[in-house]
């Protein structure tokens, strides 16, 4: 997990590996592989969010781990 606050930018690494963000909702992003597997999130404005909830869709069949 890295946060950058003067960013604003919150990442959840699950693989180290590259790949590249999709948008999912708003400032919600999944970082995928080339295969297309989820393996990490990240949320832009992430402050702005501190007192409204960020809903990230969990679509375990596309999580990869290790």
Do not use: C
């Not at 590996?17 to 989820?38: A, H, L, N, S, T």
């Amino acid at each position: 997990m890295w946060f950058d606050q003067e960013g604003d930018f919150l990442e959840l690494s699950i693989v180290r590996k590259k790949g590249y963000f999709r948008q999912i909702g708003p400032d919600v992003y999944e970082r995928v592989d080339m295969q297309g597997r989820v393996i990490g999130f990240a949320v832009f404005n992430f402050l702005k969010h501190d007192r409204e909830p960020v809903e990230i869709p969990w679509d375990l069949s596309r999580l990869t781990v290790g």
